[in-house]
């Protein structure tokens, strides 16, 4: 685990880890926090924590009302749990260009069961791989595949093909510009990159 972590980030996801295992067993691969948390350019008062679980094989309706039992119940004992943004990917369905199917994902900490696209990208797998901090499970590079720098940028470029999202305040405006930013400056690099290092 990676000490720079705020304690209280290590600790929330270390709980968050520890509950999934009670809830899904063997079939738990890993627990993984990517995203700025694992760039080191987390920010407390605005950072979501993205987070991977890899599982073995797909997840079972009984899997699925635990898990959205778990998010409510882990949202309720830790309201900072709502900044958790990740997703449960079988491990025989991740690719370098995210997932091959639409997998089950949390956003803002409650658990969404059904998702109609895929949200998983070749820039979160290499994020997670290359920097992913592990709290349950091997190591990322052990369970996620390697991700070329050519892939990365097909990843932003798609991204940037989309509308951006509508920014009303200023600090939404803000963070639009800074996210524009650092997918200019990974199709430079061909690496995940952070909103600091685009700025």
């Known amino acids: 685990m990676d000490m720079s972590l705020p304690p209280d980030v290590a600790e929330l996801m270390q709980s968050f880890a520890s509950g999934l295992r009670r809830v899904l067993g063997g079939k738990l691969v890993g627990v993984y926090l990517g995203g700025s948390a694992s760039l080191g350019d987390y920010c407390a008062g605005s950072s979501d924590l993205d987070f ?32 958790l943004e990740g997703d449960y990917a079988p491990r025989e369905c991740i690719i370098p260009e995210g997932t091959t199917v639409p997998v089950p994902r949390c956003k803002r900490g409650a658990f969404v069961p059904e998702v109609d696209q895929v949200m998983l990208s070749a820039d979160n797998i290499c994020n997670m791989r290359e920097n992913g901090i592990a709290f349950y499970g091997p190591p990322p590079a052990e369970v996620l595949p390697p991700v070329s720098p050519d892939q990365v940028r097909a990843a932003v470029r798609a991204m940037l093909a989309e509308a951006p999202k509508p920014a009303q305040r200023p600090e939404e405006q803000a963070d639009e510009l800074l996210d524009l930013l650092r997918s200019l400056c990974a199709l430079e690099t061909g690496k995940p990159t952070t909103k600091a290092q685009g700025a």
């Open 52 to 83: 991977l679980v890899v599982t073995d094989g797909r997840l079972s309706p009984a899997d699925l009302d635990a898990l959205a039992v778990f998010h409510r119940e882990f949202l309720t004992a830790h309201p900072s749990a709502g900044r």
